[in-house]
């Protein structure tokens, strides 16, 4: 007779079904790690954790491949902006001079090449069907060489989350966030956060140093249509709508929301001088509720939508002013 163990809500599982389950789980995180890399932006950071030197100093950090010819994505605070060089290292030991080649400080994301060819790459789940509850792994390089490819586990404790990020002055929000308690170090910064199945469901990125067990991930789907692009063409050419917006869970943060409330869309904050949006019909305190049909609750949505597009092509805009409903069009500028 197999020995059985009950779990919550009536379940039950065997124990040579949970060995084999654990076993599962184990291949496939195996696999994956295959296709996580080192980062740093020194050609030689050494590889001892007793080094004097910071995480930030080294510029130590993990990405994954995403494509077959040598596309790594990361944090930009990583690798750096666009144009940045930095140095990529394999599951394999081999080393590779990187170039950035597309990033966006707002998400905190970037996309490296490096000259590559048949690589292992991950596969991208649909962050859109996330649940709070569900089981997830986390992926990264936490200190240095010693602790390469550290695995740790947790669930996804909230989605949706914007955290206010305070630096050199400036204040910026990074919004729509995966919160998990999956333990998540400086150097897992550009790590993937995965299900058990091994699909990528975003990249790990800033944790709150002030509390134990908070960590935060972008969603991968974000990032999908640059991802497409370069991998079908070797080029993104990334449009704009040339506004600064809010969505309404930054509004709290912010000393003007005491005079807005609004349930859905965003909230147009500045419009860029001589930007793609300025001397239309859009005001500075619009809400925009969809974008040629498609609905807008987080700027996520917007940015997500305009990766899909090109410079010089024109979108709709449905805003709200008060009382007043109406439809703008807008040529997209290029970033």
């Known amino acids: 007779m197999k020995q059985q163990k009950c779990y919550p809500h009536g379940s039950a599982q065997t124990v040579e079904e949970a060995e084999e389950n654990s076993k599962n789980i184990a291949d496939i995180i195996e696999e994956t790690t295959r296709k996580v890399v080192g980062i740093s932006k020194l050609k030689n950071a050494g590889n001892s954790i007793l080094s004097k030197s910071t ?88 200190i240095g060489f010693e602790f390469r490819r550290t695995v740790t586990s947790g669930i996804i404790s909230a989605k949706n989350r914007t955290i206010k990020i305070d630096e050199e002055e400036t204040q910026s929000y990074m919004t729509d966030l995966i919160q998990t308690d999956a333990t998540i170090n400086p150097g897992n910064s550009g790590g993937p956060l995965i299900y058990p199945n091994g699909q990528v469901i975003g990249i790990n990125t800033v944790k709150i140093t002030s509390a134990e067990g908070i960590g935060f991930a972008v969603p991968i789907n974000i990032v999908k249509p640059v991802i497409q692009s370069f991998k079908n063409t070797d080029n993104f050419e990334e449009a704009t709508i040339g506004i600064y917006a809010y969505d309404k869970e930054v509004m709290p943060y912010l000393d003007e929301s005491a005079n807005l409330n609004f349930k859905e869309g965003i909230y147009v904050a500045q419009i860029t001088k001589n930007g793609p949006a300025d001397n239309t019909e859009l005001k500075e305190g619009d809400i925009i509720t969809n974008i040629d049909g498609i609905k807008l609750n987080t700027m996520n949505d917007l940015r997500q939508y305009i990766y899909t597009k090109k410079p010089n092509d024109e979108v709709t805009l449905n805003i709200n002013r008060g009382k007043i409903n109406r439809n703008i069009k807008i040529v997209l500028g290029k970033k």
Do not use: F, M, Q
């Not at 994505?73 to 170039?99: A, M, R």
């Not at 962050?127 to 992926?139: D, F, H, L, P």
């Open 55 to 142: 995480e930030t100093e080294l510029g130590l950090g993990t990405g994954i491949i995403i494509t077959e010819n040598g596309y790594i994505l990361s944090n930009e605070h990583v690798t750096g902006e666009k144009y940045s060089k930095c140095y990529i290292t394999l599951e394999n030991g081999i080393n590779y001079d990187g170039t950035v080649v597309w990033s966006d400080s707002n998400l905190d994301l970037s996309i490296t090449k490096i000259d590559a060819k048949n690589l292992e790459y991950v596969e991208l789940a649909d962050s859109s069907k996330i649940r709070v509850g569900e089981t997830v792994y986390a992926i990264g390089n936490p």
